[in-house]
């Protein structure tokens, strides 16, 4: 139980959730504006640091320290030179005047080219406004059209305040002070802000309802929550039709075969008692299927750890640090479970090879994400962007995995060596193989892994669009107990569809489920991907070469992530099942 307190507490404090305890403020107190970053509205991984645009420099650039996620999501916060001292009003203060070059403009228009946004933060709260405009002039018809790039020059600040404490903060881009930046030439831009306080009887807890609802309106909302429910009892129905079948079909084979053990010559040589020295038969290369089945055991684990920190109110909006940390720490601490999953499998099983076992439960995530990584901060390094995680953040993430998630892996391989579980098979395994019938081509291991996979992502599909929105859109994402529910229905609905197609397997007197019941399981993960591909070119408007390196190669990993958290859930389900309807009948 200590353990546990400790584990949440240090993700709590690494997640930085203690913000409501902070930034009390007298009259005048200096309150920093931080500037986070500036990119395409259209690609938001695609993000740079706001001075990488030549906008009024500060006096000394002072960094705010970031917890570990923050650094992750792509966060580099910097002092602005702006003046938004605690309940202090500023009618038109001018920030500084610049004389802008040839290379400097063309940066500039580069930015409004490709729509460019900014985003401060000021006392944890999130603003954004764009940094310019384009307008399309026809002085002659479509053939004489013209764009013409206008600079923002003027902010306004509205902010709220209730006692001694901010509550809330807007920020407004006045469109008749602007700058023109002609192409190819210079530019004397005056930069100035104004700031506006006003009293506000909204408490401080409740401050970022506002962002809660953002994007989600109440109609959108219940929309929603419609959507979601009639997904489900669809899904739902479905499954109990099919499972009232299912139990049907059992019981007269129930019937049956109780009455050919009592007159063995009218025994038919068919059906799925008859692969009963046979399916409880070890499968092929069983040092990567353990170690396949003790990741996803970690990943489902993992996935439980997260929604409950998430369904407390760990994660605020626009905080999305928060859940990088929690994921990156909590994936290190849970490397013990995959390593005694996999080990613990891996002796009953009769395995001998456990460093190769290992091994292989330590990489099989981490080094396709290692891969997938470096490949992506390479190109954020070439594009400059804050996307590319500095060499710190690096060797502490490393440190974590080599110092942590290895030795974790290895005391849980060693425990689950030294455990004394048996598999306790039912029924003897035959000394030779039976032959597997030749079977129709509908039954083959690609069209089962389509069947398998269509109906638990029917039951998720409109929910992935609200997640797509958020993790790579603007859109603010807080419902977490709709997702948790849609996740446990996730769960639920592959169970019993791997285990239908395991029965039908094995009526079929194909032995062979251990595999296929693996990859019957994961095969979500594949239409996932696949709706990866439909989001990026049919809904969304990203584009460019850095964003999409970076949103299918991790999605890539996300897609793999739920491969194995649901090829375990299949696997489990149907070993349940199978163990479970040969002891019901008498096998030699």
């Keep these: 139980m200590k353990a546990g307190v400790l584990v949440v507490a240090l993700v709590l404090a690494f997640a930085g959730l203690g913000h409501g305890a902070k930034h009390k403020f007298k009259e005048g107190d200096k309150v920093t504006l931080w500037a986070n970053k500036v990119g395409p509205f259209s690609s938001p991984t695609e993000t740079y640091q706001y001075y990488d645009l030549p906008f009024c420099q500060p006096e000394s650039k002072d960094s705010k320290l970031l917890t570990l996620g923050e650094v992750v999501d792509g966060n580099r916060m910097v002092a602005t030179p702006y003046d938004l ?8 203060e001018t920030l500084c005047q610049r004389h802008l070059t040839q290379a400097e403009v063309k940066a500039f228009r580069k930015a409004l080219e490709k729509d460019y946004y900014f985003q401060f933060y000021y006392d944890d709260l999130p603003i954004w406004g764009y940094v310019g405009k384009v307008e399309t002039v026809q002085p002659g018809g479509d053939a004489d059209a013209q764009k013409k790039l206008y600079l923002f020059t003027h902010i306004h600040f509205e902010v709220s305040y209730n006692k001694n404490r901010v509550i809330e ?31 506000s009887t909204l408490a ?30 669809t899904v739902l129905l479905l499954t109990g039709f099919l499972a009232t079948i299912l139990l049907r079909v059992l019981k007269n084979d129930f019937v049956k075969y109780t009455r050919d053990d009592e007159d063995p010559e009218e025994l038919e040589e068919s059906g799925w008692k008859h692969v009963h020295g046979d399916v409880f038969r070890f499968p092929p ?36 640090g928060a859940m990088f940390t929690a994921l990156i720490v909590l994936y290190a601490l849970t490397a013990g479970i995959a390593g005694y999953a996999s080990a ?17 439960t330590a990489g099989i995530f981490c080094g396709p994400l290692f891969v997938i990584f470096c490949v992506n901060n390479t190109v954020a390094i070439a594009y400059g962007s804050t996307a590319a995680l500095p060499f710190g953040t690096i060797v502490i993430i490393l440190l974590l995995w080599a110092l942590v998630t290895v030795p974790l892996t290895v005391v849980g391989g060693v425990l689950g060596k030294n455990t004394r579980a048996e598999f306790a098979a039912p029924c003897r395994t035959n ?10 081509w509908y039954r083959g291991v690609a069209l089962q892994m389509l069947m398998a996979g269509f109906l638990p992502f029917s039951a998720i599909y409109i929910e992935l669009y609200y997640i797509f929105a958020s993790v790579w859109g603007h859109k603010v994402y807080t419902i977490y107990s709709i997702l948790f529910i849609v996740f446990c229905i996730l769960c639920v ?12 397997q094995l009526a079929a007197e194909d032995h062979r489920w251990w595999w ?23 809904r969304s408007d990203m584009s460019g070469l850095m964003q999409a390196t970076f949103y299918f190669g991790y999605n890539l990993m996300v897609c793999l992530g739920f491969f194995l958290l649901l090829g375990y859930v299949g696997w489990r389900s149907a070993l349940l099942f199978v163990r479970r309807i040969y002891r019901a009948i008498k096998c030699e």
């Excluded at 594949?526 to 990866?532: D, G, P």
């Design 344 to 360: 613990s499998y891996y002796r009953q099983m009769e395995g001998t090879q456990w460093v190769s076992n290992l091994l292989l």
């Design 285 to 320: 290369q069983r040092s990567l299927f353990c170690a396949l089945v003790g990741t996803g055991t970690q990943l489902l684990t993992l996935s439980f750890c997260v929604f409950g920190l998430a369904l407390v109110g760990a994660f605020y909006p626009y905080n999305r």
């Design 204 to 233: 401080f807890s409740r401050r970022m309802d506002k962002y809660r609802r953002y994007q989600f309106l109440k109609q959108h909302l219940e929309i929603h929550w419609f959507s979601i429910i009639n997904s489900c009892v």
């Design 85 to 92: 001292s605690f309940r202090v009003d500023k009618a038109k």
């Design 169 to 199: 903060i807007n920020v407004a881009t006045d469109p008749t002070q602007v700058a023109e930046l002609p192409e190819g030439g210079e530019q004397d831009v005056t930069f100035t802000y104004s700031v506006t306080w006003k009293s």
């Design 431 to 440: 000394k030779y193989p039976r032959e597997v019938p030749e079977l129709p």
């Design 493 to 504: 609905v592959t169970a019993f569809i791997t285990v239908a197609l395991t029965y039908f």
């Design 516 to 538: 296929r019941s693996f990859l019957a399981g994961g095969s979500t993960g594949v239409f996932i991907y696949a709706y990866c591909f439909y989001y990026y070119f049919a």
